[in-house]
């Protein structure tokens, strides 16, 4: 069969790298935790030690290969890092712990710097409609289809659209080849791993193509080396022919970060619960006294890009919001309902049909989901429903540290986790 023709099963159409992508992840919780469980006797030394290197699509085994859960909140961090310190000492486990609080070191520096996202926003907009007409129109389209020529990149491209996931050193030889050696716009590499990547995530994601473009850590730029690409392929590839010097790009100022809101005050009494791709774990919600009456739940992954999503990102996310209602429902112990539409009408036509006056939703962080809630708040407020959003301690303690570098971030650390509870010794 060709490779890229639709096929059929569990009634289903299924492209093959769809099929290809279900079996590495599978998008509920039950997976989620098995693959939680299979890792945790790796994440210590054997992670600190073996990580970097990049194996291939078919041996992931050196690294967790759970950003899709933790994007979704499928797994949330907390939880990740607390079984990982049940089996190891904060010493031993500290690189894999470290990564994990990059996350939400991302997720806070751009909380509190809402404008470098929608400077992205607005360039992706911008640049999409030159796409075919611009200068770099041809090297673009040769990025997109693997046609480059250099045999790494190549691969990379199709292992990206196959798998949806690409190893950490991998995204970072990607994007300063896409770069530095392509000269191709960085805001549209962004795009391409934002549109594929099923943990592609709005923080993560777009400050880290900063970072490689030298705009995050201002002058400081991220070189992809042959010699560093061959030794941690272990010589699967040995490019040529790659930039050997990354000049930083530049921008405007961003304005000076902002305090972090505080978090909204808990929900009382009867609510509907409104579930999005943001957070998927509804049970472990801060929901003080609320009494949730009604669920409901939307999915909207196209809108992370002008150029929507690849199939495989709509599939699994529609697949983890129906997991994450289904548990939800199981939960609280109430019906839910997928609502097919993500506007104010829809939810204001399931919030009158359920009789409630209360919408409780994850915390939306700076993102498209974000932006959707922004635009129909006002209009809920007007007809009478009020929107309240649950945000994780998690996130509302360690986020206001993020103003800074990492690394003063990641001092705080071991002082983060124990005022969650969670032992570090
Ligand atoms: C250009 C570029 C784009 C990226 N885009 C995304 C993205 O859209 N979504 C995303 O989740 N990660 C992104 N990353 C970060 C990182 O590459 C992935 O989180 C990691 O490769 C996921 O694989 P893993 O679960 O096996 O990670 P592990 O090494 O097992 O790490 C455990 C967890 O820690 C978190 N993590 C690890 N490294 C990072 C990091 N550098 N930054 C933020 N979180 C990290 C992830 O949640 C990950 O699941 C990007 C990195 C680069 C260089």
Redesign the pocket.
Known sequence: MNRWQPFEGNNVILRPYYRRMIEQFNPTRGAALAALAE?VPRAGRA?TLD?NHDRGPED?SN?????????HRLLT?SE?VEAVLQRHSLAAAEK?VQ?????T??KGWLELRPEAWRRYRREVETLVPDIGTAEWSNDYARACEARTGIECFDAWVTELAEFG????HT??W??SIWIFTLGLPWQL??DL??RQ?L???????TL??R??AGLQTAGKT?LARPDNIQRYTDGRFSPTGLASFAPALAEPALPPARELEAAPGLPQGRVGLLLHEEDLHAESLPLGNAIVHAIAGWHRAADRSPLGCSDSVAAFTSTAVSDGLARASAHFGVDSAPLLESDASAVLAWARESGVTTIVIPFAPVGPVRERVDGMSAELASAGVSLIEARRQWDSVAWPHAGRGFFPFRERIPKLLRGQGIRTQ
């Open positions: 890792f992670y990580r992931r690294v967790s290969a759970l950003s899709p859960y933790l994007r961090e990740v894999f990564e994990v609080f990059w996350r070191y991302w996931y690409l190893h950490n995204r970072m990607f994007a590499g962004a791993f934002y990547l943990d592609g995530d709005a923080a993560s994601n880290s193509w970072w490689v991220y």
